[in-house]
């Protein structure tokens, strides 16, 4: 970012302001997410955007290794205080925020102050993997699926907000104030909700949106959760996105929907190959699926991750695909018949709402695009439970369970060349501090204990 980006970037928020002004906008915020799934946030009175669109906000280096409960995981060297970043908001999506009257947020992408990209901004890692599919005449199409819980007032312990059965209109009915404010938050911020439902644990919502560009879709889930957030508070509901709210329940996933586009056509359909997916799309998929277990590092961040990702819970467990099949990491979409050419989409069941979004779409297009390179091919599909299958089907169709921990998962992101190599050294090495450090935390802690911890951190 030159001195000449950064005065169109000034003049560009200047012809901004009247605008925000009139729809009552007076504060704006904006957001990266951290390491381990936090947006972290710096604001400035309406009057000071332009000023935060040209040269952007300080945020200490540190921030690449915070760790959920703020703790920083050093390199050991005690270089952290030390150095600074800027954060600036990209201008095409300033909010205003339905939820939080007065406030608007965009989305933030660092620098360093040199005002070159900071090589470990993973909004910017995204975005240049994007560029690289576009390469190949690709855009890819994504969107991610949030469920959540709420809990009834500010307390610690869960105590599931609404009463009503899952799917039930009688949950619907219990929370109907809430519930349509959060539908109409949305939707007032430009958001494209597909559909909205009580989801199957004591308490549990989930909403769907619209599919965008990958980093479009990154930047839709992190406001959609800080949306419903703010519902809830106004509705004095505690919101929690974490895998595992209640050890013995159904744990929130944060599906990662995606398909591929050339001209117009949809990759993932009209294709010689099973389930109507093209020789790309195919390979697409099983780049990602031959890479499930490392990417799970950045998919499933936190030891609270693999409480959920257990068989039988529709978290997607064992490494696998399959039509429709929601026990089945991937599971192939293609909807109603006729509905394929628009509606096809793979979705990767396993991961879920700690995960940085950013990363986690950086993650399955590296992991695609190697597979396209490679000329990669799925293996059979699987049409039952897989954990049905018993230990010697699953040994013979050599399909395996996804890491039960965090340890192996990390292991397999360190081993693997394609995620490493697209990340970069800085950002792997700050990606494994805080995984190890994460680690070493609930070393000795229970299932309980971690629930607990990360309960309502994100
Ligand atoms: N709550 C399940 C999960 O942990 C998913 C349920 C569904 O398929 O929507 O991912
Ligand atoms: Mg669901």
């Known amino acids: 970012m030159d001195l000449a980006d950064r005065e169109q970037r000034r003049s560009r928020a200047e012809g901004m302001l009247e605008g925000l002004a009139a729809r009552g906008v007076e504060v704006v ?5 951290d ?13 000071r955007l332009p000023q935060l669109a040209s040269w952007g906000a300080g945020f200490s280096t ?9 703790w920083i995981a050093g390199s050991g060297q005690r270089t952290e205080p030390v150095g600074d970043l800027r954060i600036v908001p990209d201008l095409d999506r300033v909010v205003p925020l339905a939820a939080q009257p007065g406030w608007a947020w965009a989305p933030g992408e660092r620098y360093l102050q040199s005002g070159e990209p900071h090589p470990q901004c993973s909004r910017l890692l995204l975005a240049r993997l994007t560029e690289a599919l576009a390469a190949q005449a690709i855009t890819a199409r994504c969107a991610v699926e949030i469920e959540w819980v709420v809990s009834d007032g500010a307390g610690e312990e869960f105590r599931p907000g609404f ?5 039930g209109m009688s949950r619907l009915i219990a929370g109907s104030d809430y519930c349509r404010d959060v539908v109409t938050s949305l939707e007032h911020e430009g958001i494209e909700v597909e559909q909205f439902h009580p989801e199957y644990a004591p308490g549990q919502l989930e909403v769907a949106v619209s599919s965008e560009s990958p980093v479009a879709a990154a930047d839709t889930s992190v406001l959609v959760r800080s949306t419903i957030r703010a519902v809830g508070a106004r509705h004095g509901l505690r919101t929690s996105f974490s895998p595992k709210v209640d050890v013995s329940g159904v744990g929130n996933g944060g599906h990662a929907h995606l398909s591929l586009w050339r001209d117009g056509l949809n990759l993932m359909s009209g294709g010689d ?3 109507g997916l093209t020789a790309e799309g195919e390979s697409f998929a099983a ?7 490392a990417l799970l590092a950045v998919g499933c961040p936190s030891p609270a991750s693999y409480l959920r990702l257990v068989p039988s819970h529709w978290a997607g467990d064992y490494a696998c695909w399959g039509l429709e099949n929601r026990e089945a990491a991937l599971r192939m979409v293609t909807g109603s018949e006729g509905s394929a050419p628009w509606a096809a989409n793979l979705e990767v069941k396993c991961v879920d709402l700690l995960a940085n979004p950013y990363l986690l779409f950086a993650g399955l297009m590296a992991a695609g695009l190697a597979g396209l390179e490679d000329h990669s091919e799925l293996p059979d599909p699987v049409d039952v ?6 230990e010697e089907t699953l040994a013979e169709r050599g399909i395996e369970r996804l890491p039960t921990g965090l340890g192996t998962a990390l292991e397999a992101f360190r081993a ?3 995620l490493t190599r697209a990340f970069g050294p800085d950002l792997v090495a700050s990606i494994v501090a805080v995984r190890q450090s994460e680690i070493e935390l609930f070393a000795e802690s229970s299932d309980e204990e971690i629930a607990d911890a990360l309960r309502w951190v994100h």
């Open 287 to 293: 780049g990602v699926l031959q890479r499930l277990p």
């Open 35 to 47: 390491n381990s799934g936090i947006a972290r946030v710096k604001s400035v009175p309406l009057r």
């Open 29 to 33: 915020a904006t957001t990266f997410v």
């Open 273 to 275: 190959r099973r389930c």
């Open 62 to 70: 540190s921030f690449d290794r915070f760790r959920f409960d703020d």
């Open 163 to 167: 009463v009503g059965s899952g799917y």
């Open 385 to 390: 439970d897989p954990a049905a299958l018993g």
């Open 416 to 418: 693997d060349e394609v």
